[in-house]
């Protein structure tokens, strides 16, 4: 795709239920990234996919999050249990690999009620 | 771990030249990049320095000193569509995510 993809665009569920996001990079980008974007906060890392693997996972915030990558192309993001401050926009970006640009998707915006 | 700071807001006028600075805090710095954020959109890149100096790419340029901890990107002939917020963003260590600082809010005046 021109892109990197990402759905829902929104998303409100209730507090305790499982939600999943969905990322599709730019076709051929190796590297994977989540972030995400509290109100009036900076992006905060999450997780970092190389191919189908998952070198760093140190940004998830507890063991509720987890996330995964198949084929080398799109990601999941599920969060178990969702709570109130769960609610934030999650970002999706890929990259060639290394340090290089990364291109960003338009958002998952989770609202927790 | 990382320290990025850069000013939570400015304001400038239309046609004016602004600078938005960011200095940082890290070891194994290995890049540094700015990004364009609108309200309620994904952020785009801007620029990226890895070494000293100054990169220009049309009215934006950033600039990089490493031995200092900062940068500052330079926006000139504003536009009202400039108005956004611009993210300053480290990469360093064996990491690959960038590590973002708050933001800048940047808004231009008619």
């Known amino acids: 795709g021109a892109g990197v993809s990402q759905s829902p665009s929104n998303k409100v569920t209730e507090k305790g239920k499982d939600v999943e996001l969905r990322c599709d990079p730019i076709?051929?980008?190796?590297?994977l990234y989540w972030y995400r974007q509290s109100l009036g906060q900076g992006l905060e890392f999450l997780i970092y996919?190389?191919?189908?693997?998952?070198?760093?996972k140190s940004g998830l915030p507890s063991d509720r999050f987890s996330a995964e990558r198949t084929g080398g192309s799109v990601s999941t993001l599920t969060i178990q249990r969702t709570q109130q401050e769960d609610s934030a926009v999650y970002l999706c970006a890929s990259s060639l690999g290394g340090w290089g640009e990364q291109y960003f998707g338009p958002g998952t915006r989770l609202t927790v009620t | 771990g990382q320290n990025i700071d850069q000013p939570t807001e400015m304001t400038a006028t239309e046609g004016a030249i602004v600078q938005i600075n960011c200095t940082y805090q890290?070891?194994?710095?290995?890049?540094l990049f700015w990004y364009q954020q609108h309200a309620g959109e994904a952020p785009t890149f801007l620029s990226y320095n890895v070494l000293d100096g100054l990169e220009e790419k049309g009215r934006f340029s950033s600039f990089l000193s490493r031995s200092k901890g900062y940068s500052y990107l330079l926006l000139k002939e504003l536009q009202m569509k400039d108005s956004a917020s611009y993210l300053c963003?480290?990469?360093?260590?064996?990491?690959?995510?960038?590590?973002f600082g708050s933001g800048t809010q940047l808004t231009v005046l008619p």
């Open positions: 963003a480290v990469i360093a260590g064996s990491a690959r995510q960038l590590t």
């Open positions: 890290t070891s194994g710095f290995n890049g």
């Open positions: 996919f190389q191919g189908n693997s998952a070198p760093d």
């Open positions: 076709s051929g980008h190796t590297a």
